[in-house]
């Protein structure tokens, strides 16, 4: 079957406006996250969906950064009024169950977003 | 809370030659550890993950490491580094508790050079 996809690819926009990353992840992984990579280092946890709900989302940084589920399979990450730190790598990652021991996480190729 | 270290931004090696990437761990409770590799324009993949059932750990192409919590060490190792191994190479650690038990932290990445 099919990976996670993530659209768009890349993304270029100016300061200020406003973003949404989508992530498609394997059929029938009820578990989806989202990291930020920034260049030169290891992704950096955003948030983590049990199925539709938010079950971990200490790692947004502020309240620029917000994601949905609402569906219980692709997820939007929403960035508001974007800042030029907020340029980076945002990946996306699906797991089977997401309880007890870790299940494997498979990953997208990740959104490369560049804000001008 | 949990950190990884990764001893060693770049490391090259010949052909032929023993890979090594070092990789030390911070977990106030038992880990699961695990390697991923990143090729160029790809998403990451999972080589391998230490999950307690056994020490040494086994993974794809080749690849096996070894948790050893004496020295709070989960190292990377392939006896015979072949041209296609060349990529960047991450550790990753997740708490076996529960709450925040699923997400990933990850170190800054190790990235492999092999040479003809």
């Known amino acids: 079957g099919a990976g996670v996809s993530q659209t768009p690819s890349n993304k270029v926009t100016e300061k200020g406006k406003y973003v949404e990353l989508r992530c498609d992840p394997i059929s029938g992984h009820t578990a989806l996250y989202w990291y930020r990579q920034s260049l030169g280092q290891g992704p950096e946890f955003l948030i983590y969906?049990?199925?539709?709900?938010?079950?971990?989302d200490s790692g947004l940084p502020n309240d620029r950064f917000f994601a949905v589920r609402p569906e219980g399979s692709v997820s939007t990450l929403k960035i508001q009024r974007t800042e030029r730190g907020d340029s980076a790598v945002y990946l996306c990652a699906s797991s089977l169950i997401g309880r007890g021991v870790p299940d494997t996480q498979y990953f997208g190729p990740g959104t490369r977003l560049t804000v001008l | 809370a949990q950190s990884v270290t990764q001893l060693g931004s770049h490391v090259s090696v010949s052909e032929g030659a023993l890979v090594l990437l070092r990789c030390n761990y911070s977990s106030s409770v038992p880990p699961y550890l695990f390697w991923y590799v990143q090729y160029p324009n790809q998403g990451l993949q999972l080589l391998l993950k230490?999950?307690?059932?056994?020490?040494l750990v086994k993974g794809i192409n080749g690849f096996e490491a070894e948790f050893k919590k004496s020295e709070t060490s989960f190292h990377l190792t392939k006896p015979s580094a072949h041209m296609s191994d060349a990529a960047e190479y991450f550790c990753a650690v997740s708490a076996s508790s529960s709450g925040s038990a699923r997400q990933l932290t990850f170190g800054s990445g190790t990235q492999l050079t092999v040479l003809p």
């Open positions: 230490y999950t307690s059932a056994a020490t």
């Open positions: 969906f049990q199925g539709t709900g938010a079950a971990d």
